[in-house]
């Protein structure tokens, strides 16, 4: 009898514990919306990028970085978004921090012709407690958190994904 109480004592421990580690799980509670709403990134050449200045505009945080090939393999797709929605959708490729500094991304920029906005994003990458990339976060045309897209499917895959958030968010 005292075996199955520690027993099931541990594994009720155990399950609790689980959400707390889990590495591909990000919890935003109230006040993490909050701030994420309110951030200002820094491009890469020093220049604050308030969250809130694209108002009217569903809003892309990318969380990436150079090595990282289904992160840059979803470029093309984001791309055509922007393409295809330019009035409508702003993407923020917000480098982690990871391994890439201010030459990585400025030598990525120069190499390829993406109409991103290429932002720090490693105190938000810290504030979520961001541990797997890609990752995406949407903010909705009214600058509110609207949904979290994990990993990369295909270039069809992302860019169907993505229309479909900015075609749902219309007014």
Not at 25 to 48: M, P, T, Y
Not at 65 to 75: I, K, L, Q
Request: proline residues 4%; aromatic residues 12%.
């Amino acid at each position: 009898m005292r075996k199955n109480w520690i027993i099931g004592t541990l594994l009720l421990a155990l399950i609790a514990a689980v959400p707390a580690v889990s590495q591909n799980n990000i919890r935003l509670s109230g006040e993490k919306i909050a701030q994420l709403e309110a951030h200002v990134f820094k491009d890469w050449h020093g220049n604050e990028v308030p969250v809130s200045s694209f108002h009217g505009k569903v809003v892309i945080i990318d969380f990436w970085e150079t090595w990282c090939s289904p992160c840059v393999n979803a470029f093309p797709a984001f791309q055509n978004v922007l393409e295809n929605y330019d009035d409508e959708v702003v993407i923020l490729a917000a480098t982690c921090g990871w391994h890439n500094n201010r030459n990585d991304v400025m030598r990525f920029k120069r190499g390829n012709e993406y109409n991103f906005i290429y932002v720090d994003g490693s105190e938000m990458v810290d504030l979520l407690d961001i541990k797997t990339i890609p990752m995406k976060i949407i903010l909705d045309r009214e600058g509110r958190f609207h949904s979290i897209q994990r990993g990369f499917y295909g270039e069809e895959d992302e860019y169907e994904k993505l229309s479909r958030v900015i075609e749902q968010t219309r007014p």
